[in-house]
């Protein structure tokens, strides 16, 4: 998620948001990966929602046909060429904004929305000492 969050950034998560709410394009979440729900978690940014049509083109994303505009990203990121997906009822789509190096849905498929844990709500601190050590 580079350069939006930073590697091991400390973040506060809404656990409660989407049991009220459906997941918004642009959201960023903490998922389970589907491939190791029980042990790897991801933090990346909803592109895609149920039942649209998605398609990268390099730098672009359409959704139905019309270009979003990604803001957040840095203008040197290239992602998938020429792939379009239709996105499975109740799955996501997510990707990193850090597209050269992110491990994603363009690789890993969609996220059931079951696997999405909840929403990044705010960065409590960057990352300059572990976590352990503020406990200790």
Known sequence: MVSTLNDNDVVLVNRVVYKFSEP??????????????EKTYYVKRIIGLPGEELKIDREKVFIDGEEIRETYLDKDQTTTPNKKWLIAEDSYFTVGDNRIASSDS???G????EFIL?????TVYPRFISFAEVLY
């Open 24 to 37: 918004k394009r642009g959201d960023i979440v903490v998922l389970r990966y589907p491939g190791d729900p």
């Open 106 to 108: 363009r690789k890993w």
């Open 110 to 113: 969609f996220v059931e929305k």
């Open 118 to 122: 909840g929403r990044v709500s705010t």
